[in-house]
């Protein structure tokens, strides 16, 4: 079995073959962070065109380096949401088009399913296990019980964690997209206790996160230091933030693991997922969570951690095995939950 996946809900075009032997045959990632810079931010109309002019191609070369022809694909899988609408209906159609064509099976892909299924084409992953979902929009924690049964244990109430690290790297000077400019600051700082800086939710009931609070907090701390910051004073609070953050997640994660081992006694794994798991310092985290409690540890490498199509042909390819195939009038979803049961997160900055 080898299928083709798409991803175009983001700033990332991305092409890419999987196979059901669990390799990949080839992973094409085109950023448009140069597109997106000057803006600091992503802009979507500018995104949806620059997936246009480049899908094609990029479908074409994840083809050719695979070595493998339209003949030989098994389905055809797009990221159909959630994600910036007009980026998705780039992918989905084109993803469409081709099945059409060759008369393949088309599998819609929740994106975030695309996240939490990586590491099983990475590791040897059984169900269930524990996700920690952290990417730039969202951050949840999930029992993953199989292909499209999730059950969520805890989200965010107002900022997703990668929009956190977005807005304090922007805010300290580090430029956009953030999350890695500030990991790499961080590493040069010398004084990384000097900034103190709140631990949002810390021994609270449930696991729910809250991000909006640290934000404001690195805010007042940049108000007394001289500007421009200094590269040492940037360091030092991209430091604090990074470990702020790494207390949050662990603290929230700990109630996660204690919660399945209740719901899922069988859940002995804890998998990392999304854009912020490429972070190390989260990953050391984690990772000494894990072992504390007896728990082995998953993080699929950095490269698969960030967005990419490797992960979408996967999560396609998981789907195929089981039949879950869609009809070519599938509508793509801005919004797509994983766990459409969950309640509604409480907070005073909760999207809707
Ligand atoms: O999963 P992803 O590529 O896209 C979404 O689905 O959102 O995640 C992107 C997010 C961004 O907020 C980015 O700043 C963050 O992941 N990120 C990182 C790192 N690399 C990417 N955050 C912290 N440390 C990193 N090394
Ligand atoms: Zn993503």
Known sequence: MIVLGIETSCDETAAALVNDKREILSNIVLSQIADHAPYGGVVPEIAARAHLDHLDRLIAEALEQAGVGLSELSGVAAAAGPGLIGGVIVG???????????????????????????????????????????????????LVEGVGSYRRLGTTIDDAVGEAFDKAAKLIGLGYPGGANLERAALTAQNPGRFELPRPMLGRPGCDFSFSGLKTAVRRCLEPLAKPLSDQDGADLAAAFQTAVGDALADRTARALA?????????????????????????????????RHGWRFVAPPVALCTDNAAMIAWAGLERLRLGLTDALDFAPRPRWPLDATAPKARGAGVKA
């Open 259 to 291: 919660m399945a081992e209740t719901l899922a006694p069988a859940c002995r794994t804890l998998v990392v997922a999304g854009g912020v798991a490429a972070n190390k310092s989260v990953r050391a985290r984690l990772d000494s969570l894990a072992t």
């Open 92 to 142: 989905v159609m084109t993803a469409k088009a081709i099945a059409l064509a060759r008369n393949l099976p088309f599998i819609a892909v929740n994106h975030l399913e695309g996240h939490a299924l990586t590491a099983r084409l990475t590791n040897d992953v059984e169900w269930p296990f524990l996700l920690l979902l952290v990417s730039g929009g969202h951050c949840q924690l999930l």
